[in-house]
């Protein structure tokens, strides 16, 4: 993907400017998890509007077709196909990855998709504190869905990755700052943190896996690219409307709607910093892209937590994941120029 760029200039639906240049995705796949709604959906529609083929990976069948048909409704002529997906359960991502090996060849990975965490003042009053949620094959709900699922999946997939020189696009969130644990510790589903703290500690963990991988890419030779990105704050009441995606009911309160604008984006927006990791010009493998704010704005190279860096953190993640899954990523580990 980093050779043929047509200079092509692409916005999201109801963004009122421009930002990066983007290829010209014409003949190319891409698959993008979580693609149904929010910011996945947004991003899916964007690449879409590239002249991609967008696979939208998902597990709610009524939701992907929803999306499918507002995506073609968008973007007339646009080729959207789906793929069942489950995240939470490893046989499930095993089935994905082996049927899109199984087809034509993949130009793009966006690993957006995953369950959320949400802070105990935003949960309705009487639902506070941890949950025990664990996913199809008994891993913490939030580190098994978001982390390992896509570890999975991605392992996998990468050699389609390497024969195209395509991208793989990792979507982190600024909540890994606030991760309790180490980048290499595997949580259990009763280990007393909060939902958000489970969540945060899973997008540290997907972070830590894209600094790897882009330095296992590089000392490849850099046939791909692994490229992160985080999406800053994001809202659906500040969102475009899709008819049976997403709407944009304001926030009733006029003095919250003014307040929460400063911080909050619409998920439109919010997905620019993905899609430019996916298609831009300029992204190059070991990028982290976000908000020019860090919440919002047009989006920018940008620095991960730097607790993902950690080279000796990050290896007990990927043993731990190998052996959770049975899968080990097709890549020796990066030595110590790749680090």
Not at 214 to 232: E, K, N, T, W
Not at 257 to 269: A, E, N, T
Not at 317 to 329: F, K, S
């Amino acid at each position: 993907m980093s050779n043929r760029f047509s200079r092509l200039t692409t916005r999201c639906p109801a963004v009122g400017h421009a930002h990066h240049a983007m290829e010209d995705l014409a003949g190319r796949t891409a698959v993008v998890t979580g693609a149904a709604s929010g910011i996945g959906y947004f991003a899916a529609e964007g690449l879409a509007r590239l002249g991609a083929h967008v696979v939208i990976a998902g597990r709610n069948p009524s939701r992907a077709q929803a999306a499918q048909r507002s995506i073609r409704a968008q973007v007339p002529g646009a080729r959207v196909t789906l793929q069942p997906l489950d995240l939470a359960d490893l046989s499930s991502v095993r089935s994905a990855a082996e049927h899109l090996t199984g087809s034509e060849s993949l130009d793009l990975l966006v690993a957006n998709a995953g369950a959320i965490g949400y802070p105990d003042y935003m949960r309705p009053k009487g639902d506070r504190g941890p949950h025990t949620l664990t996913t199809a094959d008994g891993h913490e709900l939030f580190w098994g869905t978001n982390f390992l699922g896509h570890y999975l999946l991605i392992a996998v997939l990468l050699p389609m990755l390497l024969r195209s020189s395509g991208r793989c696009v990792v979507v982190g969130s600024l909540g890994d700052r606030g991760a309790p644990h180490p980048a290499d510790a595997v949580p259990t589903p009763d280990g007393g943190s909060t939902d958000f703290a489970k969540y945060c500690q899973s997008k540290l963990a997907l972070s830590a896996f894209t600094l790897d991988l882009a330095r296992r890419l590089a000392s490849d030779g850099g046939r791909a690219a692994a490229i992160g990105a985080h999406p800053g704050t994001a809202g659906d009441a500040y969102s475009a409307s899709r008819p049976g995606v997403a709407t944009n009911q304001e926030d009733p309160d006029a003095v919250t709607r003014v307040l929460s604008r400063l911080i909050v984006q619409g998920k439109h927006d919010a997905a620019l910093p993905v899609l430019t990791a996916a298609a831009c010009a300029e992204a190059r493998n070991g990028d982290y892209w976000g908000p020019r704010l860090l919440v919002k704005g047009a989006p920018v190279r940008s620095r991960p937590n730097s607790a993902a860096g950690d080279p000796v953190r990050v290896a007990g993640l990927i043993d731990a994941a190998a052996g959770l899954t049975g899968v080990r990523l097709p890549l020796p580990a990066a030595g110590p120029a790749g680090q």
